[in-house]
């Protein structure tokens, strides 16, 4: 090797170590915060589908799956059932966003790392914004 050959970077795995410390750029973030609600959505599944079939199947059933939000069911107080549909929501949200996102940069062909910044932002502040605002609802503060 010559001394006038320049030396190139060496790029190498991140060790488990340094997990903690590696900070990982907004979009980074969104798309493993998409993958998460993914699998919470897909873990959560057999929850939306009973809430849909009490409420609407009858109006018994709607008066038992509301009372189930403040009363509790199986065991577990109602606050944690709303803490599981909160969670729901946000899930829900934001795979919604950060999906419309990948659609939108498919779409207009937006690959600029700026781009891809400022609308991983504002996907995180969306489905925040979004969580606690029903989030508000759900636990009766307006």
């Known amino acids: 090797m010559t001394d006038s050959a320049k030396t190139r970077p060496v790029y190498r795995n991140i ?3 340094e997990i903690l410390s590696y900070r990982l750029p ?3 973030i969104v798309s493993i915060l998409h993958r998460v609600s993914g699998l919470l959505l897909f873990a959560l599944l ?3 589908v009973w809430m849909l079939d009490n409420s609407l199947s009858s109006e018994i059933s709607f008066d038992a799956f509301t009372n189930v939000f403040v009363a509790g069911a199986a065991g577990l107080p109602g606050g944690f059932i709303k803490l ?3 969670a729901l929501i946000w899930a829900y949200l934001h795979h ?3 999906g419309v996102r990948h659609l939108w940069m ?3 062909h937006s690959v ?3 781009q891809g910044k400022s609308s991983a932002v504002l996907t995180l502040v969306l489905s925040l914004v979004l969580t606690a605002l029903l989030g508000a609802k ?3 503060l307006y």
Do not use: E
Request: no cysteine; aromatic share 12%; net charge neutral.
């Open 106 to 108: 498919d779409a207009t």
């Open 96 to 98: 919604f966003i950060a």
């Open 26 to 28: 907004p979009a980074g």
């Open 46 to 48: 057999p929850f939306v």
């Open 84 to 86: 599981v549909a909160l």
């Open 15 to 17: 060790h488990i170590t």
């Open 138 to 140: 759900l636990f009766g």
């Open 112 to 114: 600029s790392k700026a």
